[in-house]
Structures are given as C-alpha cells and as structure tokens.
C-alpha cells in the first residue's frame, strides 16, 4: 500500500524536527563544555564554592536531557520517518 500525502508529509517533517532537535542537542553540549570541569575536592571545600555546584548542576541537568529525551526522540522521530507500511499480516483461520 502507498504512503498518502498527508503520511509523506508527516515523515518528511519529522526529519525536520529531528533535525532542529539535533542542532539543539550541540548547542546544549557546547554549553556543557563551556562550564569548567569539577576538580578534585573534599567534603569541606564542597561547600565553600557555590559557582562550581551550580556548574556540576546544569552539566548533569544537560546530560540527563540529552540522554533520556532529546537522543530519544531524535532516534524516534527517523525511525519515524523512515517507516514503511508492509502487507498486511492475517492471523491464521482457526
């Protein structure tokens, strides 16, 4: 069975979001390497440096996103977009 326009349509905008999704993800990895890496320290110097707490925040924060949503979706959205109907598959007659 052909795809109709409005199913080519869909898959061809899912590339799309796919793609405006993957610009997003290098966007939020370029923020992730512009904050600096947490250094070694220990329990008492953990506390005095609340800039380096809020940087390891928003680096977990974006690696979580990128991982459990944005790559999600990305994959899914081509597979999407790349999915074909097959034949019909008929249960066998009892």
Same mark, same amino acid.
């Not at 898959?11 to 979001?17: A, F, R, S, V």
């Not at 997003?24 to 250094?39: D, G, K, M, N, Y």
């Not at 680096?59 to 949503?69: F, K, Q, S």
């Given at each position: 069975?052909? &795809? !109709?326009?409005?199913?080519?349509?869909?898959?061809?905008?899912?590339?799309?979001?796919? @793609?405006?999704?993957?610009? +997003?993800? $290098?966007?939020?990895?370029?923020?992730?390497?512009?904050? #600096?890496?947490?250094?070694?320290? $220990?329990?008492?110097?953990?506390? @005095? @440096?609340?800039?380096?707490?809020?940087? !390891?925040?928003? &680096?977990? +924060?974006?690696?979580?996103? +990128?991982?459990?949503?944005?790559?999600?979706?990305?994959? @899914?959205?081509?597979?999407?977009?790349?999915?074909?109907?097959? #034949? $019909? &598959?008929? %249960?066998? %007659?009892?």
């Amino acid at each position: 069975m052909e &795809r !109709t326009e409005a199913e080519i349509a869909a898959q061809e905008e899912l590339l799309k979001i796919a @793609d405006e999704l993957e610009r +997003i993800q $290098t966007r939020l990895w370029e923020v992730h390497a512009s904050l #600096p890496a947490p250094p070694e320290r $220990t329990l008492e110097e953990e506390d @005095d @440096d609340e800039e380096m707490e809020v940087a !390891t925040e928003v &680096r977990a +924060i974006i690696e979580c996103v +990128i991982n459990d949503w944005i790559g999600a979706a990305i994959r @899914d959205f081509r597979a999407g977009a790349a999915w074909r109907k097959g #034949p $019909t &598959r008929r %249960s066998p %007659s009892a």
